[in-house]
């Protein structure tokens, strides 16, 4: 077949579809409130007298049963001391009254050098690790260790802000507890929950930047007593991170069953170690649904996203650019919804496809509003595939798309973004994006990626940004 070189402009609507889609609403999850607008921030300490226990130097476990530790009190870090790694065990406080582990004087820095963790928990809920409340301040700095924090152990219950982690050899920040012979691990017996990473700064790590939950959702994990099954996590908020570097995945998520929202993080050269199944900006694995949403990834050995979830899955809002394989690739492994949703995305220059779909199992999946440009496999495909492919690849015929109001094209030019060279993607006056989306009023997005009101002018607009 040959392939014109002009630019391909398509704007895809529905295809005897809209009966199905009319039956699905966004009764799964609804979008709350961001958390950042509704949280209450605790300051970093700037008098370590006003705490109730200073962790001092040469000490490596700080247990809250034989402190007398009680909720509403503050472990602090001295700016001063020369820390290796901490273990924190039974750090108990309540949901009213967490206990606080900050820093104090300034920034305080924990060098795990040659070491297994810097940071890691045990036993401990209702408890919050910051490092002050500063946009782009991390008070806590945790340098080197195979995992930078390990946050594990049955802890459960806890919020990690303003904290930056590098040079780990694996992971930057884990959360989870593999399930092991000791009963309490296994599923039927502990969920993580209400868990909170926000504000953080990973960046040059071996592994992961973020790996919360176990990858193995469906199967379980073999142990020495046999099959057993990883813990849920339910209410999970991972936000407003910055990821740079990670060696894979930059986040990875998985058995976030309940509640889950995945937002407002951004994400660059990831995957530098090009491992094969590890190298994608996003992993939003085995057991994982929720929404996913105002992201911004950039430029890996993989894809932008990798979506394995629940098919409970609504992703919207994203900007996705320069990907080393697909911008999104979405297949079923353990999928108990309806579908996956892929609404008002942005992705420019995937190496391969735009949004390759293998979910064909689920009733419908949804693909709305959302702008791909220049695929690198529409310069690639011959018959049986056609060029068009790469803009949405399906598996096969059993593939069911809703597939509406997108708009593909060879040229970044045909979009009119404000300027895509310093990121800026929002729309210029003129672009032809502008009023026409599809009606996403039943999915109660009302904002965009730069967090601006959604449908400003006669219609929604299509790709992450609304005209403003």
């Known amino acids: 077949m040959k392939l014109t070189s002009t630019p391909l402009k398509v704007v895809a609507y529905a295809f005897a ?34 705490c109730t226990y200073v962790v001092p130097e040469r000490t490596h476990v700080i247990d809250g049963i034989i402190l007398g530790l009680k909720p509403g009190d503050r472990i602090c870090l001295n700016s001063t001391t020369a820390y290796k790694n901490l273990l924190f065990r039974n750090i108990v406080g309540t949901a009213e009254q967490p206990i606080v582990i900050t820093n104090c004087g300034g920034t305080a820095t924990l060098n795990a050098t040659g070491m ?20 782009n301040s991390y008070g806590i700095k945790v340098v080197n260790g195979h995992i930078g924090l390990a946050l594990g152990d049955l802890s459960t219950n806890f919020e990690v802000d303003h904290v930056e982690v590098m040079g780990s050899g694996f992971a930057g920040i884990m959360a989870k507890t593999d399930p092991s012979c000791d009963p309490a691990t296994s599923r039927e017996n502990f969920i993580m929950k209400n868990v909170n990473l926000n504000y953080n700064y990973v960046h040059d790590t071996g592994g992961e930047g973020f ?19 990883p813990h849920e996590i339910h209410y999970l908020r991972l936000f407003n991170n910055i990821v740079k570097n990670s060696g894979w995945d930059g986040i990875q998520v998985g058995c976030a069953t309940v509640g889950a929202k995945i937002y407002g993080n951004t994400i660059e ?26 992201n911004f990834i950039k430029q890996g050995t993989g894809s932008g996203m990798n979506v394995l979830g629940l098919g409970t899955n609504v992703i919207y809002n994203n900007v996705i650019v320069d ?24 992705i420019v220059n995937p190496k ?10 689920v009733a419908m999946n949804v693909v709305i509003n959302n702008i791909i440009v220049n695929p690198g496999n529409y310069v690639k495909y011959v018959y049986p595939r056609v ?3 790469a803009f949405i690849y399906k598996l096969s015929k059993d593939v069911k798309i809703d597939l509406r109001n997108n708009f593909f094209t060879t040229s970044i030019s045909d979009v009119q973004f404000i300027d895509p060279l310093t990121n800026n993607y929002r729309l210029a006056l003129t672009s032809q994006m502008i009023d026409k989306g599809a009606d996403i009023s039943s999915w109660a997005i009302g904002t965009d990626f730069y967090k601006k009101s959604r449908m400003r002018g006669l219609g929604y607009d299509i790709g992450a940004a609304e005209y403003q």
Do not use: W
């Open 17 to 50: 579809l809209t009966i199905a889609f009319s039956c699905q609403t966004q009764e799964e999850f609804e979008p709350l409130p961001d958390d950042e607008e509704i949280k209450t921030h605790i300051n970093s300490v700037t008098d370590c007298s006003t």
């Open 116 to 135: 297994s963790f810097g940071l890691k928990t045990q036993n401990s809920k209702h408890f919050r690790l910051t490092g002050g409340s500063v946009a």
């Open 211 to 229: 790996y919360v939950g176990n990858s193995f959702y469906q199967a379980g994990v073999n142990t020495d007593c046999g099959i057993r099954y």
């Open 269 to 294: 050269n990831y995957g530098t170690m090009n491992q094969y199944n590890q190298r994608n900006g996003m992993q939003l694995g085995e057991g994982t649904g929720g929404l996913c949403y105002g």
């Open 323 to 346: 990907t080393g394989d697909m911008g999104i690739f979405c297949d079923e492994r353990y999928t108990t919804g309806t579908g996956f949703k892929f609404i008002n995305n942005t």
């Open 352 to 361: 391969t496809d735009g949004i390759r779909l293998y979910a064909e199992k």
């Open 387 to 389: 060029p068009a492919d």
